[in-house]
């Protein structure tokens, strides 16, 4: 099967733009979750989403908001873009994510950089 | 809140040494645990798990981590490191109560010397 994938890999944006990040799960893979990763904060949760529905949501203000599609797909977009949006955003699949005794498997990430 | 704690953030060591990282957690309530590598310009990869039964587990390349109830933690241990192995490593937790969260510690970064 293939893994995750993650679109675009580098994104270069200047403060105030808007952005929108995409994830292809695994096949059959229901479950998509987003992290954000930087070097002081490291791996932070955003959202997951089930069924095209959020199902849990990490600490972050509105301007990080998500979606998920009937194909399982999902977006994630930063509105008003700040300087400490830069970073690496992983997307990760599950079967079901809910119950929880399930593995994460993630993609390769898409760099953002804000100027 | 829960939170993920990784003892070391730089581990330095010579081929063949002996490797133990920590990580502890603190969550009182039923916990699945992972060990996630990054090897340099790759994605992170799952090296290990525990959701129940016997609390050793062992993972992928000889890892092995050990699940201490009683401790709240769940060490990663390898006899013999290679070069190969040079890479960060992060521990993490997923509480039974909240779907696919993932709280994660730190990272230790590995230098393994040929």
């Known amino acids: 099967k293939a893994g995750v994938t993650q679109t675009p890999r580098y994104l270069i944006k200047t403060r105030g733009q808007q952005v929108t990040l995409s994830c292809s799960p695994i096949?059959?893979?229901?479950?998509v979750s987003w992290y954000q990763q930087t070097p002081g904060q490291g791996l932070q949760f955003l959202f997951e989403?089930?069924?095209?529905?959020?199902?849990n949501k990490g600490n972050f203000p509105g301007r990080f908001s998500g979606r998920q599609f009937s194909n399982s797909r999902s977006e994630m977009n930063v509105s008003t873009l700040e300087l400490g949006d830069s970073a690496l955003y992983l997307c990760?699949?599950?079967?079901?994510?809910?119950?929880?005794?399930?593995?994460?498997?993630f993609g390769p990430g898409t760099r953002l950089l804000v100027l | 809140a829960q939170s993920v704690s990784q003892h070391n953030h730089h581990v330095i060591l010579s081929e063949a040494a002996s490797l133990e990282l920590g990580c502890n957690y603190s969550?009182?309530?039923?916990?699945?645990l992972f060990w996630y590598v990054q090897y340099p310009g790759q994605h992170l990869q799952l090296l290990l798990k525990?959701?129940?039964?016997?609390?050793l587990v062992k993972g992928i390349k000889g890892f092995e981590a050990e699940f201490i109830k009683s401790k709240f933690s769940f060490n990663l241990r390898k006899p013999s490191v290679q070069w190969s192995d040079t890479a960060e490593y992060f521990c993490?937790?997923?509480?039974?109560?909240?779907?696919?969260?993932?709280?994660f510690g730190q990272g230790t970064e590995l230098s393994v010397k040929p």
């Open positions: 525990y959701f129940s039964g016997d609390p």
């Open positions: 096949s059959g893979h229901r479950s």
């Open positions: 969550y009182g309530g039923t916990v699945n």
């Open positions: 993490a937790v997923n509480a039974n109560n909240q779907g696919g969260k993932l709280i």
């Open positions: 989403y089930f069924s095209e529905t959020q199902r």
């Open positions: 990760a699949s599950s079967p079901r994510g809910g119950l929880g005794q399930e593995t994460q498997y």
